[in-house]
């Protein structure tokens, strides 16, 4: 296997790196963020899941998250850079027939053990069932904030709700309501990123037309933040656990830097990520828990 060789980190990651006080301990685990295929390990993590999602853009060039589901074996690893996906984004969403030769950001998770994988690459080819990944990096995640469940594909069909631009009174039900979301970045020079978020229901507030969150914690990489620093395009997935349902939304994310443990810092980072709200779309339900239990540590909200 043969990469480019590049800086372990762009300019967007060290300068939030810089920002956060933390590059000495960034650079200790800068050989988290150098390329890396598939290993034997994450080759069979894979094999076993069911559920993916997926950061890129559409036809238009707007960049979306969407979920991706399937039996066991979807996923299937060809070689340590070939990841074959089984399945294809349905009609309705707004990654369907996603083009073919652009970045892409992935992870994968296991809700009931509490494991997830990233994987950065580009899409080969896009068919009418299946999609073919050339993997440039993929690596594990550490547990925090993921509140386990147990999914089901079991879920009452629903056609999409369409696009539109802003959010309406049951989008921010749903959102107010959740202590899951998936945000996905983007560095047009370097690649896409699609990354867990996790906390107490009501983490992720609402402003009119906006959200805004706490970013806690985490390995001081910030790659998701660093993106946002280099490239403001943002896009977020959530979802209703109870009933299945999934809620996308694509705008522009600035991180706003101050006191820590001011109104909405629940991690007391003193950062907080704030997303105009371009397009919105309600798409069809695709998994539901019949379980859950929250993280034991999820920061305590505040006001």
Not at 62 to 86: K, N, V
Not at 172 to 185: M, R
Not at 211 to 219: E, F, H, K, Q, T
Request: charged share 20%; aromatic share 6%; with cysteine.
């Amino acid at each position: 296997m043969s990469h480019a060789i590049r800086p372990a980190f762009h300019s967007g990651e060290l300068a939030v790196q810089r920002e956060a006080g933390v590059e000495r301990q960034a650079a200790r685990l800068s050989r988290m963020a150098e390329p890396a295929g598939i290993s034997p390990g994450t080759a069979g993590f894979l094999a076993e899941r069911t559920f993916l999602v997926v950061t890129g853009r559409d036809a238009g060039g707007r960049l979306w998250t969407s979920p991706i589901t399937g039996p066991p074996g979807f996923l299937e690893t060809r070689s340590e850079t070939t990841l074959a996906i089984h399945r294809t984004l349905p009609e309705g969403d707004p990654l369907h027939r996603l083009p073919a030769g652009q970045m892409l950001g992935m992870t994968s998770v296991e809700f009931a053990t509490r494991r997830r994988v990233r994987i950065n690459g580009t899409l080969a080819t896009t068919a009418k069932d299946h999609l073919i990944v050339e993997v440039e990096q993929a690596y594990g995640n550490c547990p925090q904030y993921i509140q386990q469940r147990d999914l089901t594909q079991d879920v009452e069909p629903a056609a999409p709700a369409g696009e539109r631009a802003e959010l309406s009174p049951g989008d921010t039900e749903l959102i107010q309501a959740a202590d899951t979301f998936f945000l996905g970045t983007i560095n047009p020079a370097h690649g896409a990123d699609a990354s867990h978020r996790g906390g107490a229901p009501g983490f992720v507030r609402v402003e009119e037309n906006a959200l805004r969150w706490p970013d806690y914690p985490g390995n001081n990489l910030f790659n998701s933040l660093g993106n946002i620093a280099a490239n403001p395009e943002a896009a977020l997935l959530f979802f209703d656990f109870a009933t299945g349902r999934v809620l996308q939304v694509s705008g522009t994310a600035a991180i706003e830097w101050g006191e820590a443990g001011r109104s909405g810092d629940d991690g007391y980072t003193g950062r907080i990520v704030r997303l105009e709200v371009h397009r919105v779309v309600e798409g069809r339900p695709v998994a539901r828990q019949v379980a859950h239990a929250p993280y034991p540590r999820n920061p305590r909200l505040v006001k």
